[in-house]
């Protein structure tokens, strides 16, 4: 009788280097988790710090130019009223600015993604609007708009809405095959699969978009402060400087990086809500 041989059948794979084995589950992975998001970014920022105080110690720079942090926290300690005052206006004029661009390119990006003609007639034409350097305008501006808000946030939507444009338009270009192939089978008007598919599948990309501009609506609103600002932390920045009290001058600058900092983390969390699918169907770092 012929001895038949089943051949060995292999153990099936594990799962240990899914993305999902891979990350820590449990109370105390929680725990960890939550330690290391505070206390990373408070030991970067004392090493910041430290670094700082260790060149205005050795007077790498000169200290006009880069107040001790001691002198700077003085500053901030003599007049606090006056500086969060000011920080309230920027971060209002950054806000609004933001939201103007954020409104605006994203239309801009759904009107390229729509029609290939629109794409090709106005594409060049942001482009050389984005390459045009944003504070040569400023005087421009304030002989267009004169004083106030408005060339201010002129300047902050100049600086935002391309990134947003390019997002949105990238987005809504790049939907997934498999997707875009399911819609089609079900025969899908144009609106059912832009509700349904291409904008959500959008959605990652535009809020990349949007992440990269926040920090630009801050520099903008500053540098729109410099040229036509009566309050606000670039008109601190300016007239502190001025007179030799860079102490001051540089309170106001750390201001304008908390702010930005706390605006950008707002919109991190926004889109954790609004985009809950993204983390759970993209690999774990």
């Known amino acids: 009788m012929t001895d038949v041989r089943v051949p ?14 891979r990350e820590p589950t449990g109370k105390g992975a929680h725990v960890r988790a939550g330690t290391s998001a505070l206390g990373l970014p408070v030991v970067g920022l004392l090493i910041a710090i430290g670094v700082w105080w260790l060149t205005a110690r ?7 130019a880069l107040p ?34 954020a409104v605006a390119g994203v239309a801009i990006g759904l009107s390229l993604a729509a029609s290939r003609t629109v794409e090709r007639m106005f594409t060049p034409l942001l482009v050389a609007i984005n390459a045009v350097p944003k504070i040569t305008l400023g005087p421009l501006l304030v002989v267009a708009f004169g004083w106030g808000q408005t060339p201010i946030l002129t300047m902050v939507f100049l600086l935002c809405f391309f990134p947003i444009v ?15 192939e399911l819609v089609r089978s079900w025969n899908a008007s144009w609106w059912q699969s832009f509700r349904k598919v291409r904008f959500p599948a959008a959605l990652p ?26 309050a606000g932390l670039g008109f601190v920045i300016q007239q502190y400087a001025g007179i ?6 540089w309170a106001a600058i750390i201001l304008v990086a ?12 926004v889109e954790r809500f609004a985009l809950p699918w993204v983390r759970e169907t993209t690999s774990y770092r």
């Open 8 to 21: 060995a059948v292999a153990p099936p794979p594990t799962t240990t280097d899914s993305p999902a084995a």
């Open 205 to 230: 990309q535009i809020f990349v978009g949007l992440k990269v501009a926040m920090p630009l609506a801050a520099i903008g609103a500053v540098i729109g402060e410099f040229q036509a600002g009566e």
């Open 244 to 249: 030799g009290d860079t102490a001051t001058s």
């Open 166 to 180: 390019l997002s949105t338009a990238t987005g809504l270009t790049t939907t997934p095959a498999d997707l875009a």
């Open 58 to 64: 050795l007077e790498l720079v000169h200290p006009a």
């Open 68 to 101: 001790p942090p001691g002198s700077v926290l003085a500053a901030f300690v003599e007049k606090p009223a006056l500086m969060l005052d000011h920080t309230w206006t920027t971060t209002l004029e950054i806000l609004l600015g933001f939201l103007l661009s």
């Open 258 to 269: 908390v702010a930005s900092i706390l605006l950008y983390s707002a919109l991190v969390v």
